[in-house]
């Protein structure tokens, strides 16, 4: 059984920065496409960044240039290293397994002076 666990969302002002943590068991993070979603309140979840075994990363072209998504294979750990951060960032921050439909309980992320 996958399980996933997000942690370090928190309050940032803008321009500031933060980086996310997941934390995998039952699978690795190295052999398996990861996945970063976010959920802001009223809209649709929306894929974020991706990062394949290969190493191949994709961006959502809003957060291209400001967003790293890394994985840390000894620790079975992917990031979400998020720089520059506007306060349409602010969302519930998700990160998923798609080859097992897994997902984390979220971390929260606003971005507000």
């Known amino acids: 059984q996958v399980r996933l666990v997000e942690s370090g969302g928190g309050l940032v002002q803008p321009g500031g920065s933060l980086r996310l943590s997941c934390a995998a068991s039952?699978?690795?993070?190295?052999?398996?496409?990861m996945d970063w979603y976010r959920q802001a309140p009223g809209k649709q979840r929306e894929l974020v960044a991706s990062i394949r075994p290969s190493g191949n990363t994709n961006y959502l072209d809003s957060v291209k240039d400001r967003f790293t998504i890394s994985r840390d294979n000894a620790r079975n750990i992917v990031y979400l290293q998020m720089n520059s951060l506007k306060p349409e960032d602010t969302a519930v921050y998700y990160c998923s397994m798609p080859r097992f439909g897994s997902w984390g309980q979220g971390t929260q992320v606003t971005v507000s002076s």
């Open positions: 039952g699978s690795t993070v190295v052999s398996n496409r």
